[in-house]
């Protein structure tokens, strides 16, 4: 059972990684749920998601202490780094957030997403590069699995983006601590 | 968009997940007015029914669409509409025209904080209103309460046909919760029953019968008392065979929890918690709430100790399990409202608290 929150501002894709993750837990038969936050979020407003993988049927699909927490912009690192469960892991991209967790009970993982995502000609896909770290660390599914799922979430009418999806998410899978 | 194929598992949000199961059930008119959190129902249906020549419209107001649904209704084709909370206030009217109408048709009300144009966070504050009075005057609809989207869906399928059944108006009760999320489902491979409406419908005589008149309109008292009785009597029939619900782990509990819909998810995380520290606590879930399932928790009160009613409201079911449980044991109840969603957490301490030491 793994639940994760993934937190952001709108527009930088929380809500699509969040479903590439959901697809690839249904590709391997696990139970799954994938819940947006539905505020009046806009670009440049926070976002979140919550997102349940399972080997059991899941109950509530609010993830308020997450396992894994993902987080792309600092007032989502502020408002969520403390409901980190106890052994659990956090994904940050240190681009947009300039502090360092103090918990020693948890498991920080600082990624310059946004940075490489530019530098690398992957503008956008920092939450892809994202989601490959978050694989990385805590194995919630294959990785021929995620790609698969990035192939099938990336919208028909965009299909010439896979590329450089799957380039994010290679990016991100090769990131060392 | 690509026709699913049936059996295929897909990664699919509520609320259109809803509308293809609609769409799949035969439905092929929509009249809608957008409203968050349901605005995907109509937003599936206005890209779907083109391409599949069904009728998409969206009215100038829920009360137009609801009176839309009516006249589609009248001609004999499965029709439906959806919306949320402050929009369904303004349908209750064509609602109550349908009932007396004697007429089949589909309301989805994805719930949202209230009264007033409230919030848009999910709530069940409209559970008073869909069981009690969905409309003016002495009618019941059917009312389905989802609690996953693949029983979403599998409810879509079986409001159309019970609707049809008895000719009368079925409402899908869901909130934001349901509404947002996605979760896998698949689409039942069911042949969808037809019904034969000729004899009543205003579809056009054809030279083989007077015409039909589909009014709910009947000046003479004794005339009006009639037709109610006799819907009344169908309503019975509907209790006694239609009634759906879900025990879980009920049989040796002391405390039975009710809950339905997005609640009882949350229940039942707080329930399997419970039940690893050796609380014998269990569950009953209305799955229809029109009819309740009042025989299922007089029977539980046999041998429970107590009943916890957990809403996202200010308590309005637990008013139905009260009435089934008559007195012989105590009712509790536990919610939050206005959008708030109650928390695994705070509905295990809730189940503590009221079992205490008879862990």
């Given amino acids: ?177 | 968009m690509k026709q699913l194929a049936s059996n295929e598992k897909v990664l699919m949000k509520g609320n259109e997940a809803l509308a293809e199961a609609a769409i799949q059930a035969g439905c092929r008119h929509f009249f809608g007015y957008p409203i968050t959190p349901q605005t995907e129902v109509a937003a599936y249906m206005a890209k779907r029914m083109p391409k599949i020549g069904g009728t998409y419209l969206q009215a100038e107001s829920e009360v137009a669409a609801i009176n839309m649904v009516y006249g589609a209704a009248a001609a004999g084709v499965r029709a439906m509409t959806s919306s949320s909370s402050p929009g369904i206030s303004l349908k209750t009217e064509g609602i109550s025209y349908l009932a007396g109408a004697d007429l089949p048709a589909l309301i989805v009300n994805v719930q949202r904080g209230s009264p007033g144009l409230g919030g848009i966070q999910p709530s069940q504050a409209d559970y008073w209103q869909a069981t009690k009075a969905p409309g003016h005057g002495d009618l019941h609809i059917l009312v389905f309460a989802p609690s996953t989207i693949q029983e979403m869906v599998d409810m879509v399928f079986d409001a159309f046909e019970l609707a049809d059944t008895y000719r009368m108006p079925a409402m899908i009760l869901a909130d934001g919760m349901l509404g947002q999320m996605m979760e896998p489902i698949s689409f039942p491979e069911k042949q969808v029953k037809q019904f034969d409406k000729f004899s009543w419908a205003s579809c056009g005589h054809q030279g083989k019968r007077s015409h039909n008149v589909v009014n709910s309109l009947y000046l003479k008292p004794e005339q009006l008392e009639q037709m109610i009785q006799d819907r009344f009597q169908r309503y019975a029939e509907i209790q006694e065979k239609h009634t759906q619900w879900e025990e879980y782990l009920v049989e040796d509990a002391d405390l039975v929890v009710v809950a339905y819909g997005a609640t009882s998810r949350i229940v039942r995380s707080a329930i399997n918690t419970a039940r690893n520290q050796d609380y014998k606590v269990g569950m009953i879930r209305p799955k229809t709430l029109w009819p309740y399932p009042t025989k299922a928790i007089q029977q539980a009160a046999q041998h429970v100790k107590g009943f916890l009613s957990v809403e996202m409201s200010m308590g309005q079911m637990v008013d139905d399990v009260r009435l089934a449980v008559n007195g012989k044991v105590p009712v509790s109840f536990f919610g939050h409202t206005g959008g708030v969603v109650p928390t695994p957490a705070e509905v295990l301490a809730e189940i503590k608290k009221l079992l205490g030491g008879n862990q």
């Fill in chain 1, 1 to 177: 059972m793994k639940n994760i929150l993934l937190a952001g501002f709108g527009g930088q894709g929380v809500l699509f990684a969040g479903k590439i993750m959901a697809t690839a837990g249904l590709f391997e038969d696990q139970y799954v749920s994938w819940l947006p936050s539905y505020g009046p979020e806009m670009r440049g407003g926070t976002a979140n998601c919550s997102v349940c993988l399972s080997e059991e049927p899941i109950g509530s699909p609010l993830v308020l202490e997450p396992d894994v927490l993902v987080v792309m912009n600092l007032p989502s690192y502020d408002k969520f780094i403390d409901a980190v469960v106890p052994g659990g892991i956090a994904i940050i991209d240190s681009s947009l957030v300039n502090k360092r967790c103090e918990r020693t009970d948890i498991k920080c993982f600082y990624v310059p997403a946004t940075q490489l995502a530019d530098e690398k000609g992957l503008k956008g896909l920092s939450n892809i590069i994202l989601l490959g770290k978050t694989l990385r660390e805590t194995q919630f599914a294959q990785s021929e699995t995620v790609e698969r799922a990035i192939e099938k979430c990336v919208p028909p009418r965009k299909q010439n983006l896979v590329q450089a999806n799957l380039e994010a998410f290679r990016l991100g899978m090769s990131q060392q601590d």
